[in-house]
């Protein structure tokens, strides 16, 4: 398995500010997937991070709108940009892992509430 | 388009068994998940299909029919601590992977 951990786990920003989402796995990983959780619905993904790259977004999303980081092998930011409230959601940071078989792993999540 | 059915809800007895269905409509198969999700916590992993025919993995088991774009979820001796919603979730290739909007199940006493 994957132990992963997220930071903050929660926030209440200002609509107009940034907040950057920290997301740390204890052992490496080649892909790292972020997905958005509103209030009531299932996950959506955001883009997926792969180490050295540019990071491909899903339709719907887009790098100055959520810029990401992808430094090393074991972290990952995102960044909500000039946020709104619409973006209030919760962010969740996931990883894959392939030993045989195929296994996801999600973080605990950030809960952001933009006012 | 992309599209993944599964009840809202469902309400079963503790000590019971359950079986939460998932039709698929995509694009591209590489694989069916189930995750389980508790109130304010992430998703949990529960088993991947990638072929036809039943897994299983303790208390659960998850059933897939490529031909007929289904699976479900089987979850046994029903205990209150499964009170949960229940993620069908498929891989339409490369790292996409499309979840459904849940099934919450209610374990009652």
């Known amino acids: 398995s994957a132990v992963i951990s997220q930071k903050p786990s929660r926030d209440i920003c200002q609509r107009g500010t940034s907040l950057t989402i920290q997301c740390q796995v204890d052992s490496q990983v080649t892909m790292m997937f972020w997905y958005r959780q509103q209030p009531g619905q299932s996950l959506t993904l955001i883009a997926t991070a792969n180490q050295g790259s540019e990071a491909t977004y899903e339709s719907g999303f887009v790098i100055d709108k959520f810029p990401i980081s992808r430094p090393n092998l074991t972290f990952s930011t995102l960044t909500v940009s000039n946020m709104s409230p619409e973006d209030s959601s919760i962010y969740l940071c996931?990883?894959?892992?392939?030993?045989?078989?195929?296994?996801?792993?999600f973080g605990p999540g950030t809960r952001l509430t933009v006012t | 388009g992309q599209n993944i059915d599964q009840p809202t809800e469902m309400t079963a007895t503790e000590g019971a068994i359950v079986q939460i269905n998932c039709t698929y409509q995509t694009s591209g198969f590489n694989g069916l998940f189930w995750y389980q999700q508790h109130a304010g916590e992430a998703p949990t992993f529960l088993s991947y299909n990638v072929l036809d025919g039943l897994e299983e993995k303790g208390r659960f088991s998850s059933f897939l029919s490529r031909s007929k774009g289904y699976s479900y979820l089987l979850l046994k001796e029903l205990q209150m601590k499964d009170s949960a919603s229940y993620l069908c979730?498929?891989?339409?290739?490369?790292?996409?992977?499309?979840f459904g909007a849940g099934t919450r199940l209610f374990v009652k006493a």
């Open positions: 996931s990883v894959e892992v392939r030993r045989g078989a195929y296994e996801q792993y």
């Open positions: 979730a498929v891989n339409t290739g490369g790292f996409k992977t499309i």
